[in-house]
């Protein structure tokens, strides 16, 4: 995990105790959840009530609010929500140009950063335990559905590592 990161957060909890690494997971996850958003930048957009989120790039420049995170991890909702009153413009990949006109006007708490690197996406990958709830691109879209992840453990010599879920719905 990036060191910066993990320095902000600790490797404890409130009592002393060492972090679990399920509890550390969630952790790096929330403490990344709201950094700032560059332009072009891809991110899992929810677009309907229901659980449906797309893959869609940043049009314009969203900066973090700087504020510690363990003041971040105890604020109430009503209290986050006025903080990230700042809208989110994105676009859905298929259709990414960058031009504002064609943008859509996202909540930051609709909007979830995905890695800009490929150290980056290895140390999800890493923290994407057997049985983690996650977030998937169902095969042949652009969309992602929620799924528990089967295996992280398929490395494929000179390709993209894999990690094999199950949507939920697609049981048996």
């Not at 990414?96 to 995905?114: E, F, H, K, V, W």
């Not at 890695?115 to 969309?143: C, I, L, Q, S």
Request: hydrophobic letters at 35%.
């Amino acid at each position: 995990p990036d060191p910066v990161l993990l320095r902000t957060i600790g490797s404890y909890g409130e009592h002393g105790k060492k972090l679990t690494k399920k509890e550390l997971a969630f952790r790096l996850f929330e403490a990344s959840r709201f950094r700032t958003l560059e332009i072009g930048d891809y991110v899992a957009a929810k677009v309907a009530s229901h659980d449906l989120w797309i893959l869609a790039r940043v049009v314009k420049k969203w900066e973090a609010v700087k504020i510690p995170y363990k003041q971040m991890r105890e604020m109430s909702e009503a209290k986050s929500d006025s903080l990230f009153k700042e809208k989110v413009y994105i676009q859905d990949n298929d259709d990414y140009n960058g031009d504002m006109s064609s943008a859509r006007a996202m909540s930051r708490q609709q909007i979830l950063p995905l890695p800009r690197t490929y150290a980056e996406a290895n140390d999800w990958a890493t923290r994407a335990r057997k049985g983690f709830r996650v977030y998937a691109m169902y095969p042949g879209t652009t969309a992602l559905y929620c799924a528990t992840v089967i295996d992280n453990s398929t490395y494929c010599r000179n390709q993209d590592d894999i990690i094999v879920v199950e949507f939920d719905g697609d049981e048996g």
